[in-house]
């Protein structure tokens, strides 16, 4: 029997306990792109099912940034980062978000998207949803269409896909 792609990355990710702060079990990536056929493979995935629906993709901060470029050229098309606050040299739009603790502030390049482009954002983990949430805030108001999110892992039993309701959301692996 050949390995579906989800139990492929599955046997990639690895538990790390306590980070980067107790009580949070941290779902690394790194073995999944040390694998260049698993990695290869969870990105032809994620274009097959976006190919021709969108004209820009947006990767998060940082471990979106891996996956959203890859997925850009697989689909020929253009990546925006999401960045945290003050790291894009040029003229910024901004967003602050509530976390457990505090706040947080993201931003694009005011310039980042024509009027309308449909956009593809991207990470690799979806927990409680609060970033993608606001990064979907973020990009509305830049007055890009957020037409689907992709992540390679979906952490079920918080809030994220809730949050993102009104949106295609597609998870390469579910961890219930
Ligand atoms: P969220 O709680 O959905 O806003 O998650 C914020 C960011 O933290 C996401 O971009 C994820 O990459 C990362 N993250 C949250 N929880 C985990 C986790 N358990 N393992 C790995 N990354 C995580």
Same mark, same amino acid.
């Given at each position: 029997m050949t390995d579906t792609l989800a139990d492929l990355v599955r046997s990639r990710l690895r538990d790390v306990a306590d980070?980067? %702060?107790? *009580?949070i079990l941290f779902k690394d990536v790194t073995p999944v792109l040390a694998d260049a056929e698993v990695f290869g493979a969870v990105i032809r995935d994620m274009a097959q099912r976006r190919r021709g629906t969108v004209d820009v993709i947006a990767g998060i901060e940082a471990r979106g940034f891996i996956f959203g470029a890859a997925l850009a050229l697989e689909l020929g098309v253009g990546f925006v980062p999401v960045r945290? !606050?003050?790291? @894009? /040299? *040029?003229r910024t739009r901004g967003l602050t978000y509530d976390l457990e603790y505090g706040t947080a502030t993201i931003e694009v390049h005011e310039?980042?998207?024509?009027?309308g482009a449909r956009v593809l954002l991207v990470d690799d983990v979806l927990a409680t949803g609060g970033t993608a949430e606001a990064a979907c805030r973020l990009l509305e108001e830049a %007055?890009?269409?957020?037409?689907a999110f992709e992540t @390679?892992?979906? $952490? !079920?039993? $918080? /809030?994220g896909r809730a949050r993102l309701a009104g949106h295609d959301v597609h998870a390469t692996v579910v961890v219930t």
């Open positions: 980070f980067p %702060s107790p *009580g945290k !606050a003050g790291k @894009l /040299p *040029g310039d980042a998207f024509v009027a %007055s890009a269409t957020v037409v @390679l892992v979906e $952490l !079920a039993f $918080l /809030p």
